[in-house]
């Protein structure tokens, strides 16, 4: 019997999303928390909310620290993603479970960065931290080890990723639609960053041109899990976003616009969906990169 046929409870198999099997519900993960088949891993935004409390055996993953090139503003490379499982005690047919703050946006953003080496065996926990402490399931300071594998990854796939010069050449394409995840605010210009975050990443405010305007939160219900696929596909396709279409999400960092960018791969089953990590802080910055406020 398949992971999928073992993990997908059926209020999710029966939800009409494309692929039911990418998410995991809070129930299942508590049930199965000494699994030696199942690696948890949190990827919060906020890096000390882990050592305040994780879910038992989870991992840590520091978005600053454990996945970032040293010296370029990159990704690890393949050799850095094979150490990092190796160390983990992850194999290739390991099943990663993420989890995270903030509505999963940097589980989600994990979800994305590690497709690209292969991992096809990942879910993300419906409703993270949030919905598991909401439900007053425990949390635990300690430390989890495990022993080293011997973990082989395929060369960086990068289909999933968008890069400035595509996004920019990408205006001339009649089918191709941008996503501007951010809030309406920093989508305006009357922001240059989260609402409550700093003024900085950016020299300039508004958007990409032709971008629309779907904040993330729009996918996600009060306790942080993802709405059905009819509501779904009800808000991306009044904004003409289409299966049909080559779509490219954005936000500030990538963080925000790799959950959307799961919502449309994984739940909906977009064919051609990218996320442009390079975000705003990346266009803002840009010589002749053009913008628009409304």
């Known amino acids: ?26 129930s299942w993960v508590a049930e199965h928390l000494n699994d ?8 919060s935004e906020d890096v000390l909310l882990y050592e305040i409390g ?19 503003r990159d990704f690890i490379d393949q050799q850095g993603f094979e150490k990092l499982m190796s160390r983990w005690g992850i194999s ?21 960065l590690f497709s690209m080496y292969g ?11 949030l919905k598991w402490e ?16 011997a973990y082989h990854a395929p060369a960086r796939n990068e289909s999933n990723r968008a890069y400035r010069d595509d996004v920019l050449t990408g205006l001339r394409d009649a089918n191709r639609r941008l996503i501007d995840v951010r809030s309406p605010q920093e989508y305006s210009g009357e922001l240059l960053h989260m609402v409550n975050y700093p003024q900085e990443g950016a020299q300039r405010g508004g958007h990409i041109p032709t971008a629309k305007s779907i904040p993330w939160a729009t996918a996600a219900n009060p306790d942080g899990t993802f709405k059905s696929a009819d509501e779904l596909r009800q808000i991306y396709g009044g904004k003409d ?4 279409n080559d779509v490219v999400t954005y936000c500030r960092i990538g963080e925000r616009s790799a959950h959307t960018w799961f919502v449309l791969t994984e739940l909906l089953g977009y064919p051609q969906v990218r996320n442009y990590d390079g975000s705003w802080t990346e266009w803002g910055n840009l010589v002749r990169a053009p913008i628009e406020k409304p």
């Not at 903030?102 to 953003?109: M, T």
């Open 1 to 26: 019997m398949s992971w999928t046929e073992t993990t997908t409870p059926a209020a999710n198999a029966a939800s009409g999303y494309a692929h039911p099997d990418a998410l995991i519900e809070t």
């Open 36 to 43: 030696p088949n199942v690696r948890l891993i949190e990827a």
């Open 54 to 72: 994780h879910v038992q055996g989870a991992l840590k993953l520091d978005w600053h620290v454990d996945v970032q090139d040293p010296v370029t």
């Open 92 to 112: 290739n047919d390991t099943l990663i479970v993420l989890y995270g703050d903030k509505n999963n946006w940097y589980a989600c953003y994990t979800y994305w």
């Open 119 to 129: 991992h096809a065996n990942m879910k993300i926990m419906n409703g993270g931290r």
């Open 134 to 149: 909401a439900e007053g399931r425990l949390l635990t300071k300690d430390i989890p080890h495990f022993t080293a594998t």
């Open 241 to 244: 976003i289409n299966p049909a």
